[in-house]
Nanobody
Framework: QVQLVESGGGLVQAGGSLRLSCAGS????????IGWFRQAPGKEREGVSY????????YYADSVKGRFTISRDKAKNTVYLQMNSLKAEDTAVYYC???????????????????????WGQGTQVTVSS
């Protein structure tokens, strides 16, 4: 089955860390740019970070810059989002997405509809207690 599967969410105290995983099943993540989005209750979906398909600088939203790090593990066909110094405002459902062409600073600032991405995961809940 071709899909993206997120994991690693949970409940953590403010200042703590979590590492989210986005695993590809049935296709190779290296062929795609991979991005992370989040959506908190009552808020718009927000682009958090993406890693380009080819060698290039990852993108981070200003709200997470310096705290979050995105990386690839080619052997495990997985992309990670390391989240440090978590804040209550980081609480949200986090989704990963894969697409060959859609990712840019502009589309992270104004995310496209989910059905426009080649693949979209089911989401993982992150809750940060203050």
């Amino acid at each position: 089955q071709v899909q993206l599967v997120e994991s690693g969410g949970g409940l953590v105290q403010a200042g703590g860390s979590l590492r989210l995983s986005c695993a590809g099943s049935g296709f190779t993540l290296d062929d795609y740019a991979i991005g992370w989005f989040r959506q908190a209750p009552g808020k718009e979906r927000e682009g958090v970070s993406y890693i380009p398909r080819t060698d290039g600088r990852p993108y981070y939203a200003d709200s997470v810059k310096g705290r979050f790090t995105i990386s690839r593990d080619k052997a495990k066909n997985t992309v990670y989002l390391q989240m440090n110094s978590l804040k209550a405002e980081d609480t949200a459902v986090y989704y990963c997405a894969a697409d060959r062409w859609l990712f840019s600073e502009a589309t992270m600032a104004y995310p496209a509809p989910t059905n426009e991405y080649d693949y979209w995961g089911q989401g993982t809940q992150v809750t940060v207690s203050s």
